[in-house]
């Protein structure tokens, strides 16, 4: 069930051991070079990301210069409805006719 190369056996065990070794440092330098571009392409990428979302907050800033455009933090404003002074007066009027015992309208102003 061993399998070994027939030079193997005429071979010194330390020059198996030292051919081994060199086999593997050479494995191991191929998967470090791969695994370096790959980083060095994930750099690039994350670079030209980078560039571009400064490159996208520029513009904007330069389109809100150039239209004097301000963003500031201002609390939202609320509408005051405008009061109409006839319909108030008029529920004013309205107002002393109700009869609060009865929860009605008297047809007749007191």
């Not at 998967?31 to 571009?37: D, F, G, L, Q």
């Not at 030209?48 to 150039?66: D, M, P, R, Y």
């Amino acid at each position: 069930g061993f399998d070994s190369d027939d030079d193997d056996d005429d071979v010194p065990i330390t020059q198996q051991l030292a051919r081994q070794q060199a086999v593997r440092k050479e494995f191991l330098e191929r998967k470090i070079e791969r695994v370096e571009r790959k980083l060095g392409r994930a750099n690039e990428r994350m670079s030209t990301e980078g560039a571009l979302v400064i490159h996208q907050k520029k513009v904007a800033e330069s389109v809100l210069e150039n239209e004097n455009i301000k963003l500031g933090k201002a609390r939202a404003r609320h509408k005051r409805s405008r009061v109409d002074m006839n319909a108030y007066g008029k529920g004013k009027e309205d107002s002393k006719n109700i009869n609060l015992d009865r929860r009605a309208l008297d047809d007749k102003p007191k």
